[in-house]
T-cell receptor, first 114, second 115 residues
Framework: QQQVKQSPQSLIVQKGGISIINCAYE??????FPWYQQFPGKGPALLIA?????SEKKEGRFTISFNKSAKQFSLHIMDSQPGDSATYFC?????????????FGQGTILTVHP | DGGITQSPKYLFRKEGQNVTLSCEQN?????MYWYRQDPGQGLRLIYY???????QKGDIAEGYSVSREKKESFPLTVTSAQKNPTAFYLC??????????????FGPGTRLTVT
């Protein structure tokens, strides 16, 4: 029930295209859903996050779509650029005694071809 | 320059030796975390600490130990009991408030190789 399932494992997109990465969860206690971007040999960097009281959040070219009833959320990268090539992780967190315990998806390796 | 520092960046040890990974933060964050990352896998939580002198086991704590004597520091010891210690280790921290600020910020990581 603690799992977060992420797909696809890898994604190849042409420059200017839209990259879409999906995540699904089971634990209804999750109330915070961040996305992280990681470049090789570096630590993950927080990209954008959403709470379940909204269905969409946009920051620049990055948008999170959230479907509470389906227990799914996705990251959309508009106008994808070669510099976006990285590994992306979704995660989820519950409050209460589970405070701060992020559960991560398996990651998606995004390659944007010029 | 605020942030999280981890040292060293690369660490090599012989099997059977304990090794301690350093993590320091100057963000005044209450909570700190240790994750392990293996190739092609997500991050798995080893230990976390929400306050000084207190810490809890994460999902894969066996073979690891931590201490939290200062707010700024959360060292991780990889003991000889850890069966497969070669991995990329990541430290993170976050604020903790009544509103439940969950944003975690990660350090640059330490790549540990045990032979």
């Amino acid at each position: 029930q603690q799992q977060v399932k992420q797909s696809p494992q890898s994604l190849i997109v042409q420059k200017g295209g839209i990259s879409i990465i999906n995540c699904a969860y089971e634990n209804t206690a999750f109330d915070y859903f961040p996305w992280y971007q990681q470049f090789p040999g570096k630590g993950p960097a927080l990209l954008i996050a959403i709470r379940p009281d909204v269905s969409e959040k946009k920051e620049g070219r990055f948008t999170i779509s959230f479907n509470k009833s389906a227990k799914q959320f996705s990251l959309h990268i508009m106008d994808s650029q070669p510099g976006d090539s990285a590994t992306y992780f979704c995660a989820a967190c519950a409050g209460g005694t589970s405070y701060g315990k992020l559960t991560f998806g398996q990651g998606t390796i995004l390659t944007v071809h010029p | 320059d605020g942030g999280i520092t981890q040292s060293p960046k690369y660490l090599f040890r012989k099997e059977g030796q304990n090794v301690t990974l350093s993590c320091e933060q100057n963000l005044n964050h209450d909570a700190m975390y240790w994750y392990r990352q293996d190739p092609g896998q997500g991050l798995r939580l080893i230990y976390y600490s929400q306050i000084v002198n207190d810490f809890q086991k994460g999902d894969i704590a066996e073979g690891y130990s931590v201490s939290r004597e200062k707010k700024e520091s959360f060292p991780l010891t990889v003991t000889s009991a850890q069966k497969n210690p070669t991995a990329f280790y990541l430290c993170a921290s976050s604020k903790k408030g009544l509103a439940g600020d969950y944003e975690q910020y990660f350090g640059p990581g330490t790549r540990l190789t045990v032979t």
